[in-house]
């Protein structure tokens, strides 16, 4: 096992220390805690309305999901954690991680608002074994960090912005003359419409954006 970054030096191995001290310990001492989290949900304000700004997958899985108003949220899951979100701190910890991707893995990247990463992976991803080997490490490292991430690939921003948020798989990559196939089952949503644009599409009818694609641009 080595060291990512160190390949000159081997790295120890992270459970020996523990395996070796654990051995050494009568077994009435040794004590393994599981901790138990309450699910946990982050709130803001939408106006003068209290609302779900981001919930963590075990709240998710109860079905509190990000727009969903405070108090509904409260009593769908009554011991619900609840905490304020803090969006200048998660602004500010994206811009590092923008200058950290810089430094490792891109000489281009950019945060994309409010959530995400964007990164130029043209002409050095061969540098990492190809894009899903570089994506792979990239989602390994986003757990590492404690970040729950997902990972698209494609042939322009936006549609790499489209997946990454309205997809369904932790990674996905697009082929170059398949973009308009990958993102056509998402909704009208992932396009970063203007909220009256939004608002106007669903009142004619248009869910996602395969509705949209044989649609002339003009009349649009």
Same mark, same amino acid.
């Given at each position: ?54 919930? &963590? ?77 570089? &994506? ?19 042939? %322009? ?38 909220? %009256? ?24």
């Amino acid at each position: 096992m080595r060291e990512l970054g160190r390949r000159s030096e081997a790295a120890s191995h992270p459970y020996r220390q523990i395996i070796a001290s654990a051995d050494t310990v009568p077994a009435s001492h040794l004590n393994i805690q599981i901790m138990a989290f309450a699910p946990l949900a982050l709130l803001g304000k939408s106006g003068r309305r209290e609302e779900i700004v981001a919930a &963590c997958p075990g709240a998710q899985a109860l079905g509190i999901h990000p727009g969903m108003a405070a108090t509904h949220a409260r009593a769908l899951v009554s011991d619900l954690d609840f905490r304020p979100a803090e969006p200048e701190a998660d602004a500010a910890l994206l811009d590092r991680l923008a200058l950290l991707a810089v430094r490792r893995w891109s000489p281009i990247a950019a945060v994309t608002p409010m959530d995400g990463l964007w990164i130029d992976l043209a002409g050095c991803d061969h540098l990492y074994g190809g894009e899903e080997r570089f &994506c792979r490490r990239l989602l390994a490292f986003c757990r590492r960090a404690g970040f729950t991430a997902r990972v698209a690939v494609a042939d %322009t921003p936006g549609a790499a912005h489209a997946l990454a948020r309205f997809g369904k798989e932790e990674l996905t990559r697009v082929d170059p003359y398949g973009t308009a196939e990958a993102i056509g089952p998402l909704p009208i949503a992932a396009l970063r419409l203007a909220p %009256t644009a939004l608002s106007a599409a669903r009142k004619f009818g248009f869910e996602r954006i395969a509705d949209l694609l044989p649609v002339a641009r003009g009349p649009l």
